[in-house]
């Protein structure tokens, strides 16, 4: 009946993320009485343009607190959406937009919208009967994704000194989701092991991988390929590496200074070091090697290295696709990191991953270093068949969830289940 999915009510609150920052929950009722929720994540290496996060300011939580935001689901989202069918995405976000008014979504706030827009989409999936991945993929959303998995956390997530952000497992040579996973854990443990046979610490940073000090990147990288062997696997074959470079606030007018070390470099140099340590160890994948305004660098260093490996756009691209467009144009990365709370709405994540696709573009769903128990990428990345997920190190349980909620969806599709493995590879 027409009527089980029209908005009854609607309301936000505002909840603790993974580093106990306040973040907002949408919650919304249908007529027929179904009741779903959806949360929102928040990064800490935040690029200049994704949408806008609203913060009240002032003395709670630091200013962090997101009330101002919450009230905004209340009124005025609610009475705009009151009797709105759920199933009718496009318009629900459409309608958002067009009250807020705003490029960046900075009037009602793109955490509020967010969180109404998957809130929605989750009752739309209840109402009828379906798991999420099902009602947005249908029967074509099939593709477990490849789990990029964070195990040494480095940048702004981790009080250690390592200046690239995020050091990531890929365990491409598993036949199945779940085997990629146990790879991925084993690797971990293995790495957590060796950490502690060398006095190194195991204590984890943001996203769960360990941060413990080392010399430099080489020493991180030659740690993770002696774990991989250690679990028993086979570097570059079984598991390769991939990296989250994170430079955008690296550049200080046109040289890239390492925030920890202090050293720096030209954007050349830069590349050539990238291009050394991919030659070098099984890299398969760097984002942001260069800064986010940078698209004739990313062009650069896409002709450089996109041959061989995926050269990823996460701060260039913030999951905008005008941005996205003018990085086709350039030849820009041939990535592109797919984080909703970049762009605000359901739609245009959906739109942004179209776009990808049709032009070749890799396509990683991402979490955010501030996370929730929300689970919404994980179904997202198997309804769009993206490929690819970034959700942090098979550990603390705002990271587990995504994994544990990829495996329910691989015991429900059962035969049907395809794992790409080493088919999402570039040239290596
Ligand atoms: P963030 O980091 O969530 O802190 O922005 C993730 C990333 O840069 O990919
Ligand atoms: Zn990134």
């Not at 505002?14 to 919650?27: F, Y």
């Not at 920890?260 to 590349?271: C, F, Q, T, V, Y």
């Not at 993206?386 to 909620?405: D, F, L, V, W």
Request: hydrophobic share 40%.
């Amino acid at each position: 009946m027409k009527q089980d999915f029209r908005i009854a009510s609607l309301y936000g609150m505002q909840i603790l993320d993974s580093r106990g920052t306040p973040t907002l929950r949408a919650c919304v009722t249908l007529e027929g009485g179904v009741e779903a929720w959806a949360s929102v994540p928040s990064g800490a290496s935040t690029g200049k343009f994704e949408a806008c996060e609203l913060r009240d300011g002032g003395e709670a939580y630091g200013g962090k607190g997101v009330l101002r935001a919450a009230g905004h689901i209340a009124d005025p989202i609610a009475a705009l959406l009151k009797g709105q069918d759920v199933r009718d995405q496009q318009e629900i976000d459409a309608r958002m937009r067009a009250m807020d008014g705003t490029e960046q979504k900075s009037n009602l706030g793109a955490n509020a919208m967010l969180a109404v827009s998957l809130a929605c989409a989750h009752a739309a999936a209840a109402a009828s009967g379906l798991a999420l991945y099902r009602y947005l993929g249908g029967v074509h959303g099939v593709t477990l994704p490849v789990p990029m998995m964070n195990i040494f956390n480095g940048g702004e997530h981790a009080g250690n000194n390592v200046d690239i952000q995020e050091f990531m497992v890929m365990p491409v040579g598993a036949a199945r989701f779940s085997e990629a996973l146990r790879m991925g854990v084993e690797v971990y443990h293995a790495l957590g092991r060796l950490l502690h046979a060398r006095g190194l610490s195991t204590a984890v940073g943001d996203e769960g991988g360990y941060a413990p000090n080392v010399d430099n990147e080489e020493q991180a990288l030659q740690l993770i390929v002696e774990a991989i062997e250690q679990a028993g696997l086979r570097p570059g074959q079984d598991v390769c590496i991939a990296l989250d470079a994170a430079t955008s606030d690296w550049l200080q007018q046109d040289r890239y200074v390492f925030p920890k070390k202090g050293s720096s470099m030209r954007a050349e140099e830069l590349l050539q070091y990238f291009s050394y340590l991919a030659d070098k160890y099984p890299i398969v994948s760097i984002e942001d090697p260069l800064a986010q305004d940078d698209f004739e660098g990313f062009a650069h260093a896409t002709r450089q290295l996109g041959d061989a490996i995926q050269v990823v756009g996460d701060d260039l691209f913030v999951t905008n696709t005008d941005r996205l467009r003018c990085g086709i144009q350039a030849g820009s990365a041939n990535a592109i990191l797919i984080k909703p709370n970049q762009i605000g709405t359901l739609s245009e994540t959906l739109e942004a991953v179209r776009v990808a696709v049709r032009h070749g573009y890799g396509t990683i769903l991402s979490h955010r270093s501030g996370e929730t128990e929300d689970t919404t990428i994980a179904d997202i990345a198997v309804a769009t068949n993206a490929g690819q997920i970034k959700t942090g190190a098979p550990a603390r349980s705002e990271r587990t969830c995504k994994y544990n909620r990829l495996l329910a969806i691989e015991r429900m599709l059962g035969d049907a289940a395809i794992y790409p493995g080493r088919g999402i590879l570039r040239g290596k």
